[in-house]
């Protein structure tokens, strides 16, 4: 006696697909391809393109801004050149954006890395992840020269004081003085402006920023009281690529032994300035 088939598997093993012609076959490899590319990781997909998005504000210097050509430049920018370089890419896109969308950006694919002085704190590092760190700055009080009032983060309270928006500046700044009123700008020249009219009577930024703010703008501001914080920079990169930012944490490796990030640093940020000695010395602080 003959197995019984069912009804429903008779049908399909009448079924029978239509052969593709060559075109079409053809047509679907090529499509596949880059889905492959995709498949084999971020870093082989940005080899394979020959092209790598990098974000930063262009507008935070000496980190990161438009030069006269209006052009991006800055210590961030040459070091992103440079890591792709090392890693085989021969084309950098950059991708302006704000402190505040950084994380939101890489998560949605918007760009591949993010290079520009983003500290890596514990609320980034559940979203994203880093790599080795490159750079290192202060973070400082800025005032008008005429101010007599505020000489440290004590004199804060009442106090209206401006900062970045999504930036650490401004985490930190809401975490250690609550009595202060926080207001944040897009813009780092636009916090300047409206301390130089009177509109915040501080700011809470870089060391390294204010200090260039004020030089290239001619601005009646001071730096005043001691460091408030020491913050790493490193690449921010989306969570779940490791062989990205294995490839990001080599060439900073070779650039901090071949010097490199020390000429970098006394390019932009100061002659005298020790980029790698004050990574080394915040590392250290940090643990």
């Known amino acids: 006696m003959l197995p019984k088939i069912h009804p429903l598997k008779r049908y399909l093993s009448k079924i029978r697909l239509p052969l593709l ?152 700044s809401r975490a250690h003085l609550p009595q202060a009123t926080i207001q944040t700008y897009e813009n780092g020249s636009l916090i300047f402006a409206d301390l130089g009219i009177g509109r915040i009577d501080a700011v809470i930024i870089s060391h390294f920023g204010g200090l260039r703010y004020a030089t290239e703008r001619k601005l009646p501001i001071k730096e005043v009281g001691d460091p408030l914080t020491y913050q790493l920079s490193a690449a921010a990169l989306r969570k779940g690529e490791p062989e990205l930012r294995e490839a990001v944490d080599k060439a900073i490796a070779g650039m901090k032994a071949d010097g490199t990030i020390e000429a970098l640093g006394r390019k932009w940020v100061g002659k005298e300035y020790d980029m790698v000695g004050s990574i080394a010395r915040a590392e250290a602080e940090a643990k």
Not at 56 to 81: C, H, I, K
């Open 21 to 172: 012609p060559a075109a079409a076959l053809v047509a679907l490899a090529t499509l596949a391809a880059p889905l492959a590319a995709q498949a084999g990781g971020a870093l082989e997909r940005i080899r394979a393109n020959g092209v790598i998005r990098i974000a930063n504000t262009q507008s935070s210097p000496p980190w990161s801004f438009l030069n006269e050509q209006n052009q991006p430049a800055g210590y961030d920018v040459d070091m992103a050149r440079e890591v792709a370089r090392r890693m085989g890419i021969p084309k950098v896109e950059f991708v302006a954006d704000s402190f505040k969308n950084f994380v939101a950006g890489l998560k949605t694919d918007k760009y591949d890395l993010v290079m520009n002085d983003l500290t890596p704190t514990p609320e980034r590092m559940l979203q994203v992840d880093f790599s080795a760190p490159y750079g290192v700055e202060d973070f400082r009080i800025f005032v008008r020269q005429d101010n007599k009032d505020i000489h440290g983060d004590k004199d804060l309270t009442g106090k209206r004081v401006g900062v970045t928006t999504g930036s650490s500046n401004e985490s930190w």
